[in-house]
């Protein structure tokens, strides 16, 4: 339709045998708002002309398509309307061409919508959001936010505890019971895998270990 250009095309028709209605779309986010209803001057006619068939036993074919014509003409001046109507509760982007709603999609400081020109203290606070998400999971990968943690082993003995040769249990660098040196073993703060307690770097990714 060529009424349509001036506008969206992003519509639905609801119109149904009593009357017409559509629903247009904002090209940005998508939210649909439905135009004023109208009635259908032929469905009611078409309703009252049923009602007298059925006592002079119809009309025929001629009736249902000069209906259908008249409907046609009808539908292509209500829709007219409605885009009248609807081109009043959505903003055109001079940018991009894009018909978008004002409350989610449009900036009125730059006068565009807001794919052209993004709210700038939106994005702002969506950056800062991001970045302390970021953050937070950072810590999490490197251990710093264990420290509230209770780091018993399952067994009962401390998180850091190796066991000697003779069986002791050590939290040292030295056996408290034969005085041999423990060679500990340690996990990767960044992947979590395991490695020889005297590894500088983890084997795994590389980590280098403080």
């Not at 904002?26 to 006619?45: R, V």
């Not at 810590?139 to 066991?163: E, L, S, Y």
Request: charged share 25%; glycine share 10%; proline share 3%.
């Amino acid at each position: 339709m060529g009424s349509l250009i001036e506008f969206t095309n992003n519509y639905s028709d609801r119109s149904t045998n009593t009357g017409y209605q559509f629903e247009f779309y904002c090209d940005g986010c998508g939210t649909g708002l439905m135009s004023p209803f109208k009635a259908s001057k032929i469905g009611i006619a078409g309703s009252l002309l049923s009602s007298a068939s059925s006592f002079l036993g119809g009309f025929g074919n001629a009736k249902d398509n000069a209906q259908d014509l008249l409907r046609g003409k009808e539908r292509d001046e209500a829709l007219k309307a409605a885009v009248v109507e609807m081109k009043q509760h959505f903003k055109l982007c001079g940018r991009c061409g894009k018909w978008v709603c004002p409350a989610a999609c449009w900036n009125d400081t730059r006068n565009m919508c807001e794919k052209c020109a993004p709210d700038l203290q939106e994005e702002m606070v969506a950056a800062q959001n991001t970045v302390t998400a970021e953050h937070m999971w950072r810590q999490a990968r490197q251990g710093d936010m264990a420290k509230n943690i209770d780091m018993m082993q399952p067994d009962g003995k401390p998180a850091d505890a190796a066991t000697c040769a003779c069986g002791a249990v050590v939290t040292g660098k030295f056996c408290g019971e034969c005085g041999a040196e423990v060679k500990r073993r340690r996990n990767c703060p960044n992947c979590d895998a395991d490695n020889s307690g005297a590894a500088k770097f983890c084997g795994n990714c590389g980590h280098k270990f403080g």
